[in-house]
T-cell receptor, first 110, second 111 residues
Framework: DGGITQSPKYLFRKEGQNVTLSCEQN?????MYWYRQDPGQGLRLIYY???????QKGDIAEGYSVSREKKESFPLTVTSAQKNPTAFYLC?????????FGQGTRLTVV | GQNIDQPTEMTATEGAIVQINCTYQ??????LFWYQQHAGEAPTFLSY????GLEEKGRFSSFLSRSKGYSYLLLKELQMKDSASYLC????????????FGKGTKLSVIP
């Protein structure tokens, strides 16, 4: 079955630690995205990538980093520079008329 | 820049019809998406419009007017399970794959 897989579903991080969220897709989509969603809020774009080895900052890129070494994979690192990282993180992929989301990773800083 | 507006909340009665509006102002346009998101879950894809007019898919329909920067999602024969947030997203195109979302409309279906 084709789809987008995010892992882990829940993640706990201590303050000051970096953490990497995984996103893998087997839909052969070129474009991939990372969004952040806070309670009761809409989706805000962190980073997006149109092709391998290329990515662009979204509206709230500070404190985050990404890589796109393979078409299938677009991991997001939440660094210690992100002051308020507790949120629901969603990965998506898109090609022309289709855009689908993974199940999300709920990150909590403890 | 991109600006996408939707009403924050709506309430409708089971069995009724509801229309959720979305207006957008973007630097370009290459399609508009609608998603449904239940609380605590990821958004699920509902529809895509790139040309003017109405796209019907079962109980859900989506309309687009590019000249007015306007879309709506029409839900017919509302069911309790339709209680969710509905997100409008625009792909500005013009060489950009960016996909920008509105803040979503929380729909409550009441008996």
């Amino acid at each position: 079955d084709g789809g987008i897989t995010q892992s882990p579903k829940y993640l706990f991080r201590k303050e000051g630690q970096n953490v990497t969220l995984s996103c893998e897709q087997n839909l052969n989509h070129d474009a991939m995205y990372w969004y952040r969603q806070d309670p009761g809020q809409g989706l805000r774009l962190i980073y997006y990538s149109q092709i391998v080895n290329d990515f662009q900052k979204g509206d709230i890129a500070e404190g985050y980093s990404v890589s796109r070494e393979k078409k299938e994979s677009f991991p997001l690192t939440v660094t210690s520079a992100q002051k308020n990282p507790t949120a629901f993180y969603l990965c998506a992929s898109k090609v022309n008329t289709e855009a689908f989301f993974g199940q999300g990773t709920r990150l909590t800083v403890v | 820049g991109q600006n996408i507006d939707q009403p924050t909340e709506m309430t409708a009665t089971e069995g009724a019809i509801v229309q959720i509006n979305c207006t957008y102002q973007t630097s370009g346009f290459n399609g508009l998406f609608w998603y449904q998101q239940h609380a605590g879950e990821a958004p699920t894809f509902l529809s895509y419009n790139v040309l003017d007019g109405l796209e019907e898919k079962g109980r859900f329909s989506s309309f687009l007017s590019r000249s007015k920067g306007y879309s709506y999602l029409l839900l017919k024969e509302l069911q309790m399970k339709d209680s969710a947030s509905y997100l409008c997203a625009v792909s500005p195109g013009a060489g950009s794959y960016q996909l920008t979302f509105g803040k979503g409309t929380k729909l409550s279906v009441i008996p």
